[in-house]
T-cell receptor, first 114, second 111 residues
Framework: DTEVTQTPKHLVMGMTNKKSLKCEQH?????MYWYKQKAKKPPELMFV???????INESVPSRFSPECPNSSLLNLHLHALQPEDSALYLC?????????????FGPGTRLTVL | GESVGLHLPTLSVQEGDNSIINCAYS??????FIWYKQESGKGPQFIID?????DKRQGQRVTVLLNKTVKHLSLQIAATQPGDSAVYFC??????????FGTGTSLTVIP
């Protein structure tokens, strides 16, 4: 299995809602990543987990809360988001924790905040 | 066809022609570079990478060239096919702990 899967594909939420994005990989990778991508812009790195520990947090607001329950799963918990947080949220994984490893991306979750 | 990734975000080429996509970077501490392809509705897909101690690397139909003197990276695609139509991003790793995607170039292949 060489896929990174993400659920849901689409999510619409209000500013007072709490929701979670999920990401899963079964390639035995030990690093997982969250990116945010606005339309017609490049992905921006948000968080990196390496061996289930948060290794990089790119000064992301606390309304985004990552969680790595095990080496195959990565969640992004969302609470009190703003309309400007609407974007495509991409998950990726790589074999080890270094940023120089090839990253495998999922198809993303398209998030709309009303 | 040829583009400068940061200044001409779109590139159209005839099927069968070679494509050149360019990327400029500013950080001399960047030590690793990657090209990704992103098709509509999909996540980015790794194409090829190059370390800063190299100036050229070849893959299947793709070649990456690195010119550290002028901080310039290019992706050459030989015999461009309709399936190559996508947005291409260069990405750089700085001192092993910072990762940035470039602006991206949209490649359209005309059959």
């Amino acid at each position: 299995d060489t896929e990174v899967t993400q659920t849901p594909k689409h999510l619409v939420m209000g500013m007072t809602n709490k929701k979670s994005l999920k990401c899963e990989q079964h390639m035995g990778h030990r690093a997982m990543y969250w990116y945010k991508q606005k339309a017609k812009k490049p992905p921006e790195l948000m968080f990196v987990y390496s061996y289930e520990k948060l290794s990089i947090n790119e000064s992301v607001p606390s309304r985004f809360s990552p969680e790595c329950p095990n080496s195959s799963l990565l969640n992004l918990h969302l609470h009190a988001l703003q309309p400007e947080d609407s974007a495509l949220y991409l998950c990726a994984s790589s074999q080890a924790g270094g940023l120089v490893d090839e990253q495998f991306f999922g198809p993303g979750t398209r998030l709309t905040v009303l | 066809g040829e583009s400068v990734g940061l200044h001409l975000p779109t590139l159209s080429v005839q099927e069968g022609d070679n494509s050149i996509i360019n990327c400029a970077y500013s950080n001399s501490a960047s030590d690793y570079f990657i090209w990704y392809k992103q098709e509509s509705g999909k996540g980015p897909q790794f194409i090829i990478d190059i370390r800063s101690n190299m100036d050229k690397r070849q893959g299947q139909r793709v070649t990456v060239l690195l010119n550290k003197t002028v901080k310039h990276l290019s992706l050459q695609i030989a015999a461009t096919q309709p399936g190559d139509s996508a947005v291409y991003f260069c990405a750089e790793v700085v001192t092993g702990n910072q990762f940035y995607f470039g602006t991206g170039t949209s490649l359209t292949v005309i059959p």
